[in-house]
Each structure stands twice: as C-alpha cells, then as structure tokens.
C-alpha cells in the first residue's frame, strides 16, 4: 500500500465511522485501523493556523494598586487567566486526564482504540453516547472555537458536528503532537478548557468553585472540576446540578484509582467528603471594586477612559477594550491606597454622600503626572437615586477628572496662576508694581451685571486690597484687579493659551468657542470663570513644583501584556513648558496665599495663611471663589504633591455652596499633604533669580 494511499483509506474511515457507517470499519483489517501511518494525516505544522501556533486565550486582565497587589479590580469577556503547568497540582493534572483522555500519554493526537470503542458504543445505544476526541483534539475545537481573530462562521464551523470538521480537528491535533510535548500540550488545554460557572482555564475554575489556587488543590477539588469539563452548563454544583458534579466526580476518582494513580483508599476518602464548595467571583469592571473600597470606583473609571484614549491597544475605542478584556495585562496602577483613604476621609468629613455639593479631589506627583488619589463624596454605583437627584448618593460620572457629561467647575481665582506666568515669561518680574483700584473699568466689552458702560469692570472682593501692589502680594491677597490689568497688558489670549499649555482642558462648548475665536476679548478668563476640573488644576500647579515640567495624568505606573512583556503605554508623557526661572518665580509668589514666606520675602499676607503652619514645610497654594460664591476651590502643592479640591453642585451651578466652606476646605487638603507626606523629607523650593525677581517696574491705576 502507497504512502499516498494511506491518507485516503484513514479518511474514508473516519467519515464511516463519524457517520455510523459500520461497514467502512468492519471491512478493512485490524492491523489497518490499528497500525495505520499517522503522519500522513498530519497537516505540516507550518501550515496551521496561527491560532494554533501561537495561542490567543482570551484571559482577564488584573488592575492593582501601586503596591502591585492590591486587586481593585478585573477586566474580562471570560474569566481566565494562563497558569504554567508546575502551578498546577500534580493531581489536577492526572484528574483531567483520567476524565477526558486516559490514553493521553500513549497516543499521537488521535486515539483509534477510542474512535472504534465510541462507534460500537453509539452504534449499539442508537445515539451518540461516547465521544472519541482526545485532549489534543478538544484543544484544537476550543482555540478555533474561541479565536477572536476568525469570524462568528469561522468559530462556529470548528464546533459543527460533521465528518470534515473531525477530520480537520485529527489533522490539526497530530501537527502539533509532532511538535509539542504532551506537558505543553496539557498545559495548554488547562488554561483553555470551560469549567461552567463563567470561569475559563483551571485558575479561574479553582478560584471560582474554592477560592483558591490551582497548585493548592485537593484530590475531592481537583476530581470535581476535571469532571466538570464534559458538561459544565448541566453539571454545574453552583447554580443547583450538585448531584450531577457529585456523580461526575465519582466517576473521575474511580479513573484514578483503576489506572493507580491514586490508591483505592484515597479515592474512597475523597468520594466521602463533601463538596465544599467556596464560591468566590472574580471582580469585573470599575463597579466590581471591593465593596469597603468604593471610592476606588471614580480612579478606576477614570483609568478605563485614559485606557481607552491610548492607539498602543488599538485603532478604535471598541478595539481598545477588546485588548483590555482580553489580554492579560497586569496593571500596577498608581493609586496608593492609604492616601486615597486619607482623601476619602477628608472629602467625607467635609461633604456627606448624601448631600448636593461634592468636594471633588486629585492628588498628582510632580514630574511624573501619576495620581495617587481621585475622590469625591458620591457612591460609584449604577443604582437608581431618589427622584430629582442626578448625581448623588450614587453616580458613575467622572465628577474628579470631568468627561462625558462632566465639564468641570469655575475654580475662581485659581487662574489667576495662567496670568502670572503669562506675564513673567513676557519679561515682566514678580515686583511689578500696579496702584490697583478697589474697581478697574476695561477694555473687554461685556453687557450684564459685570458691565459699566458696556466695558467689563471687575471689582475686589474687599475695598482693603486697593493700592500698590505687586505679584507676590497681588497673588497672596487675590487682588482682583491687579490681575485684570495684567491680563490687559499681557494680552488674553497669552493667558488662555499658558492655561492650555499647562494642561487646562476647556470642556465645556463654550469655553472651547471663546479660546478658538475669541481668546483675544476673554478678560474675565483670569478670575477662573471657565469649567476645570481638579485633576487639571493639580496638575498644572504640579508643573510648579517640578520646575517647569508638565506631565500628562497618568493612572499607571507599569503595565505587562499576557506574554510577560512590558508595554510603554503609561510610563511618564513629560515635557519642559516653562523656563524653569519663570517656574520657579511663579512657585515663590505661590508661597504668599498659604502663609509660607518667598526667598524675597515678598509675602503680607495671603487667603490661607493657615496652611504653612498645619503642614511645616514649604509649601505653596492658591484658593478660588466664583462668582457669589457658587464654587470654592483650593490648590496646594510641595516640591513632591499637588492637591485640588473643589466644593460645588455638579447638579446646579446657581446652587452656591458658600463663603464659609473655604476654610474647611483649606484644612482638609492640608490633612491630605500632611499625610500623604508624612514620611517624606521636607525639600524647599528653589528661588528664582533675582532679574525675574526683582526687575523694578511701576504703573499707576490711571495709566
């Protein structure tokens, strides 16, 4: 008989007996069926699909804290996560072979001896009763059947029941016996096989049915879930088909103990025990945090959005997702948990989650653009709230870093910061000087309240803050006034643009408008009357801190792919904004507002003079109120964190949450720094030279 013959004669074999053709095996020899040439069959393994080479198991993807093990949650379509077989218990391993292909080791891929007892089988009952696949065979149905690659006809062709599906399936399976060793193999179809109950591959099964690790299970565990896998939607002792597992692992421990892998007393020992079952489920998406860590919701919904922003995991945000639910990654992330505690209690102190106002909160490094915090006073819940109440208790909006339907909130005086810098890099120093007015008429045309004569004409918010002043003490005191002037001598636009450099995203239509068309007019800019979030506002005030240095948030501080190999995505995106002088002469007149005293003693006093003494370190800062105190806002950085919070109504900006907040507000992130920084050493800022320091300069209020 021809080598080129004997590929014929096998298939003409298989499809009579896959068909129930007894005749095509009756009729030809023993000696054929049982000694026939394999490798014949076998398609060269070059020629196998990819999948097969180089298998792409969907498997979940873990996000932890920034201690790196600390779960705040799990991302996955299915629960699975690979495990190397040497993290497999020696007896899960025999269990699953004893159950699905107890002549694993002595086959090539295709077991004939199995193929002619499931005829006789079926062919006797009338039905199919007995199936003939081996391990190595049910591997390849479940890669093709699952590979997100191919299309939904593609996978449904690898489960259709029909003689060229089978043959394919053979072909396939003795390629990669030709290849692979049997471990390889073995630990391939654990990782990939469905144990019921929603958990794919034998970690996620042993965690999901016992709360506990492959490599830690028992011979009862272990006899349950390799019995699982013939029928997991119908042997499922979760969801009420106890008796059905229970008989299925008798059956496996009985396969044990008749090819003496186990001895008849342990199988006896472990049939008597009950199931014991510890069912545990793996947390999927932002609102599966654990329940005593809530708060971690508004950081992780916040890393789904920068996750999906970034073209490293794909071309579209769908895609995107695919990767994240899919890959495998392992995702340290930069949230540490005991600051965010502190955060949580701080923001909670101030504002219950039971009221209107929220007290939103980003804490941001310096010169790494990483969040070591996100909190707001709010449930991260999907759940239905009372009538009339749109973001509280519970809400899955991004009211800390703003997206969707979250434009931010006017943060006042803050942006003052953007006119400063602004200034100082047009060569203007910090001393100087302007007569300022308890009342400045402009050349910005507005109509309203805030018109004279239809010219925009702000005032100060006590007439004690009239007369000269420079930036140290314009910028302590929040001299209104003084600001709109240098606005006008800078230039509006100068200002937009440094709060746009510095990070400042303009998200509400509006704002957006007035910067593209309208910059040049936009005076009132100065006193923060654009939406902004706290996470935009640490980080430009970070930018400060780190002389110059912007850094784009980031929630990660590493992240690796299923294949052990680290992706680039999330490490620092920084770039140099500023002159580090004009930095450092806008961080020494930030001393001035929070107490603190700059290298030139140019500080009188300031809004939050409390600030320096709470915490007893360098430090600088800035308060905020809108318009009739509708928001209160407070930014505070040292040369190592930045801190924002914003007090407001996300639900009604004409809801003012009061004058009087400031002050708890002030003390609070206070608490934050202090405790965020209380084992690091204090580190001083660097002063600015003396030209942009000092470079006398003098005008008049009537200039």
């Known amino acids: 008989?021809?080598?080129?013959?004997?590929?014929?004669?096998?298939?003409?074999?298989?499809?009579?007996?896959?068909?129930?053709?007894?005749?095509?095996?009756?009729?030809?020899?023993?000696?054929?069926?049982?000694?026939?040439?394999?490798s014949t069959m076998s398609a060269p393994y070059s020629e196998l699909p990819h999948?097969?080479?180089?298998?792409?198991?969907?498997?979940?993807?873990?996000?932890?804290?920034?201690?790196?093990?600390?779960?705040?949650?799990?991302?996955?379509?299915?629960?699975?996560?690979?495990?190397?077989?040497?993290?497999?218990?020696?007896?899960?391993?025999?269990?699953?072979?004893?159950?699905?292909?107890?002549?694993?080791?002595?086959h090539s891929g295709v077991d004939l001896r199995g193929v002619a007892r499931a005829f006789a089988a079926n062919r006797g009952s009338g039905s199919t009763r007995q199936g003939a696949s081996t391990l190595t065979m049910q591997y390849v149905r479940n890669v093709l059947s699952t590979d997100p690659r191919l299309t939904e006809a593609q996978r449904a062709s690898a489960t259709e029941v029909s003689t060229a599906r089978k043959i394919q399936e053979i072909r396939y399976a003795l390629a990669l016996e030709r290849e692979l060793t049997k471990d390889q193999i073995l630990a391939r179809y654990l990782n990939i096989a469905y144990f019921g109950a929603g958990a794919y591959g034998i970690a996620a099964a042993s965690k999901r049915y016992f709360s506990t690790s492959p490599a830690e299970l028992t011979l009862a565990q272990a006899a349950l879930l390799a019995g699982l896998v013939r029928s997991p939607h119908t042997d499922d002792p979760i969801h009420?088909?106890?008796?059905?597992?229970?008989?299925?692992?008798?059956?496996?421990?009985?396969?044990?103990?008749?090819?003496?892998?186990?001895?008849?007393?342990?199988?006896?020992?472990?049939?008597?025990?009950?199931?014991?079952?510890?069912?545990?489920?793996?947390?999927?998406?932002?609102?599966?945090?654990?329940?005593?860590h809530n708060d971690w919701?508004?950081?992780?919904?916040?890393?789904?959005?920068?996750?999906?922003?970034?073209?490293?995991?794909?071309?579209?945000?769908?895609?995107?997702?695919?990767?994240?639910?899919?890959?495998?990654?392992?995702?340290?992330?930069?949230?540490?948990?005991?600051?965010?505690?502190?955060?949580?209690?701080q923001v909670r102190r101030i504002y219950s989650v039971d009221e209107p106002y929220a007290m939103p909160t980003a804490v941001?490094?310096?010169?790494?653009?990483?969040?070591?915090?996100?909190?707001?006073?709010?449930?991260?819940?999907?759940?239905?709230?009372?009538?009339?109440?749109?973001?509280?208790?519970?809400t899955v909006n991004q009211l800390v870093a703003g997206g969707g339907t979250i434009v931010g909130y006017q943060a006042g005086s803050t942006f003052k910061l953007f006119t400063m810098l602004a200034a100082l890099e047009a060569g203007m120093p910090l001393r100087t000087v302007?007569?300022?007015?308890?009342?400045?008429?402009?050349?910005?045309?507005?109509?309203?309240?805030?018109?004279?004569?239809?010219?925009?004409?702000?005032s100060n918010a006590t007439v004690s803050m009239r007369g000269e002043h420079d930036m140290w003490t314009a910028f302590g005191e929040s001299v209104n006034t003084y600001f709109v002037w240098l606005t006008e001598r800078v230039g509006a636009d100068r200002v937009v643009e440094m709060a746009e450099r510095l990070g400042i995203v303009l998200r509400a239509g509006g704002d957006a408008r007035l910067a593209r068309h309208g910059a040049r007019e936009w005076g009132p800019f100065t006193l923060g009357v654009a939406a902004s979030t706290p996470l935009d506002l640490a980080g430009a005030y970070a930018t400060l801190a780190a002389e110059g240095t912007w850094c784009a948030p980031t929630p990660v501080t590493s992240i690796v792919d299923g294949t052990g190999r680290r992706v680039t995505a999330g490490q620092p995106d920084c770039r140099q904004v500023l002159?580090?002088?004009?930095?450092?002469?806008?961080?020494?007149?930030?001393?001035?507002?929070?107490?603190?005293?700059?290298?030139?003693?140019?500080?009188?006093?300031?809004?939050?003079?409390?600030?320096?003494?709470?915490?007893g370190r360098p430090v600088g800062g800035k308060t905020g109120s809108s318009d009739r105190y509708a928001t209160e806002t407070m930014v505070a950085f040292t040369p190592q964190l930045a801190v924002a919070a914003i007090a407001a109504n996300p639900d009604d900006p004409q809801d003012a949450v009061g004058q009087a907040v400031q002050g708890r507000l002030?003390?609070?992130?206070?608490?934050?720094?202090?405790?965020?920084?209380?084992?690091?050493?204090?580190?001083?800022?660097?002063?600015?030279?003396?030209t942009t320091a000092w470079r006398y300069t003098t005008s008049r209020s009537d200039d």
């Open 1 to 38: 008989m021809t080598r080129a013959f004997l590929p014929k004669v096998f298939t003409v074999l298989l499809a009579g007996t896959l068909a129930g053709l007894a005749l095509a095996v009756t009729a030809l020899p023993a000696a054929l069926v049982f000694g026939i040439g394999f």
């Open 51 to 106: 999948t097969l080479r180089t298998p792409p198991t969907a498997q979940r993807s873990n996000l932890y804290a920034k201690d790196g093990t600390t779960l705040i949650t799990s991302f996955y379509q299915e629960d699975r996560m690979d495990v190397p077989l040497d993290e497999v218990a020696p007896v899960m391993r025999q269990a699953i072979i004893a159950a699905e292909d107890i002549r694993f080791h002595e």
């Open 240 to 292: 009420g088909d106890a008796d059905a597992a229970t008989a299925r692992r008798g059956y496996v421990l009985d396969q044990l103990a008749g090819t003496g892998q186990v001895t008849a007393e342990a199988a006896d020992a472990a049939r008597a025990e009950p199931l014991n079952l510890r069912p545990s489920e793996t947390p999927n998406d932002c609102t599966g945090v654990p329940a005593g």
């Open 297 to 345: 919701g508004f950081f992780c919904d916040w890393f789904t959005r920068w996750w999906n922003e970034q073209k490293a995991f794909g071309g579209t945000v769908d895609e995107r997702q695919r990767t994240l639910r899919r890959g495998g990654f392992t995702i340290v992330t930069s949230l540490d948990p005991s600051v965010q505690r502190a955060t949580t209690e």
């Open 364 to 394: 941001v490094e310096p010169g790494t653009g990483r969040v070591l915090a996100m909190s707001v006073n709010r449930n991260y819940s999907v759940e239905a709230n009372p009538s009339g109440q749109t973001n509280y208790p519970n």
């Open 434 to 458: 302007f007569d300022a007015p308890s009342r400045i008429i402009t050349d910005y045309q507005v109509s309203g309240d805030a018109s004279c004569g239809g010219y925009w004409c702000p």
């Open 579 to 615: 002159d580090v002088d004009v930095a450092r002469a806008a961080a020494d007149a930030a001393r001035c507002p929070v107490g603190d005293q700059s290298m030139y003693r140019g500080c009188s006093g300031g809004t939050a003079t409390g600030l320096h003494d709470q915490l």
């Open 666 to 690: 002030v003390e609070g992130v206070g608490e934050i720094l202090a405790f965020a920084l209380r084992d690091v050493p204090s580190r001083d800022f660097v002063p600015p030279s003396e």
